[in-house]
């Protein structure tokens, strides 16, 4: 498995890692950012079956995880710091527990140690109806995703992994089918057993539900060294949505 990675500046590490159907790109910005203000190194990593990365069954987290150690491995990286967002929070969470010896610091933006059941089953269905109408340009593809989604935001974030194939079809950049077949271990909890007692910052928004005043307490079960920070007017995007106060709060953290 050969991961794809942007990389910025020069330092001590920083991993970011995108959530599911995302890709590097979404956090080039930050990255850049971060490399310059905090003087580290910061990896943009395509997660596996997604952006420029290679494409393999499954897609778990404990492959992720494999994935995280071998690209530390290959880029003589001793420790880092691990930051995630949603699939690639709960990525982190997985790869810090298996893994503490290698991460400096780990932060998660807005998802809990805990279940979740399938909820993307809308987006799957319109990403799919896109894949099988075959497109043949940019603005079609656009058009059938439209006809699926009615959230802007949401189908600008699809829209971002959408690429021309050699043979003119416009399709994702990301393994649809596998995973669509592993859509169910997306929601996988971390394991009771498991915990990293390294520092850990979980960033939520306030208008998101996926981490609820009643999840305070895996997170202390599996974090004992952990602290929240509620981010005012963002939802599950919340790097995207509030940039700036997302971005204080990382370097606040990785500063102490």
């Known amino acids: 498995m050969k991961l794809n990675a942007r990389v910025h500046g020069k ?6 890692m995108h959530g599911l159907f995302g890709m590097s790109d979404n956090w080039n910005t930050l990255g850049k950012q971060w490399a310059d203000e905090l003087h580290r190194s910061v990896h943009l990593l395509d ?3 997604h952006g420029r990365s290679d494409w393999d069954s499954p897609h778990t987290y404990h492959a992720m995880s494999e994935d995280i150690a071998q690209y530390i491995k290959e880029n003589g990286m001793e420790k880092a710091a691990i930051l995630g967002h949603s699939m690639g929070g709960k990525a982190a969470m997985f790869f810090a527990t298996l893994n503490p010896d ?5 932060l998660i933006a807005d998802i809990a140690p805990k279940h ?8 799957i ?3 799919d109806y896109v894949r099988q109408s075959k497109p043949e340009s940019r ?8 006809e699926k989604i009615n959230n802007d935001g949401i189908a600008f974030f699809l ?11 416009y399709d994702w950049r990301f393994n649809f089918e596998q995973i669509k077949k592993d859509i169910d271990k997306v929601g996988e909890a971390l394991p009771p057993p498991a915990i990293y007692e390294g520092p850990t910052l979980f960033l939520r928004g306030n208008k998101s539900n996926y981490i609820t005043d009643e999840d305070v307490p895996y997170l202390d ?3 004992p060294d952990v602290q929240l920070a509620t981010i005012e007017g963002a939802g599950h995007w919340l790097h995207a949505e509030k940039p700036k106060v997302f971005s204080e709060n990382v370097e606040n953290f990785l500063r102490q």
């Open 221 to 223: 079960e599996h974090f």
């Open 159 to 169: 829209l971002k992994s959408l690429h021309r194939r050699k043979d003119g079809i």
């Open 116 to 123: 979740y059941p399938v909820h993307h089953q809308d987006i």
């Open 47 to 49: 997660m596996r079956n």
């Open 102 to 106: 290698k991460v400096d610091k780990l």
């Open 139 to 146: 603005n079609r593809a656009q058009e059938l995703l439209g």
């Open 11 to 16: 330092g001590q590490p920083l991993i970011v």
């Open 125 to 127: 269905d319109a990403l």
